[in-house]
């Protein structure tokens, strides 16, 4: 891959950022070293090569972004593309971590591109966060965990309530203040 290939790659590509550690640092200090892990929305891979390094898991990295894919396996993990947990068994993941799109973005004033896609959460921020939490039940084994990483800009007891009726309970594991907004790690379990 040639240095212009390589820019556009990482433009294309959420990089790692203060949501990335905090939510990695958070699954590797719960997780068992077992475990067949999910991480959704992988972007660079950053999150998942932290919790196959900090742990004996086998990570899957997955992401709607094929230049996400291609960065991730560039850093030598095992990745799919795939749309939120759409292609995956029923009860195969013992964990599952995603550190999803959640600014609340205005749809005027959206452009269509993949940072788009990384970053905007539509109206309230949310509009990747429900239909996760819709889904994701689906591919965790019985006594599977969730690290899901939220902002207060998002409106974290809005999605603990839509955790809810999904059938989680919730509980937060970490959080991170910033001048405009509190970063946290929600662990749900079924």
């Known amino acids: 891959m040639d240095l212009a290939d390589r820019r556009g790659l990482e433009t294309d590509v959420y990089q790692p950022a203060e949501d990335s550690r905090l939510l990695a640092e958070a699954a590797v200090d719960r997780l068992d070293d077992d475990a ?5 929305g992988t972007g ?3 999150v998942a090569e932290r919790i196959a390094a900090g742990t004996d898991a086998r990570v899957i990295a997955s992401d709607l972004n ?22 995956f068994a029923d ?10 799109p959640y600014l ?10 993949w940072m788009e896609r990384a970053l905007s959460g539509g ?8 239909p996760f939490l819709d889904a994701v ?5 019985p006594d599977g965990v969730v690290f899901l990483l939220v902002s207060s800009l998002t409106g974290v007891d809005d999605v603990v309530e839509r955790a809810g009726e999904a059938g989680f309970g919730a509980v937060a594991v970490a959080d ?11 662990e749900l379990v079924r």
């Open 176 to 186: 991170e203040s910033f001048p405009f907004e509190t970063l946290t790690v929600l």
């Open 36 to 40: 067949l892990v999910l991480e959704v």
């Open 137 to 141: 039940g689906r591919v965790l084994a």
């Open 66 to 87: 094929p230049h996400a894919c291609e960065q991730a396996r560039e850093r030598g993990l095992e990745a799919v593309r795939a749309d939120l947990v759409s292609p």
């Open 44 to 46: 660079s891979g950053y």
């Open 123 to 130: 109206a309230d921020g949310r509009a990747v966060i429900d």
């Open 104 to 113: 609340p973005t205005d749809p005027d004033a959206e452009w269509d591109d």
């Open 91 to 100: 009860g195969a993941f013992d964990a599952v971590a995603f550190n999803p």
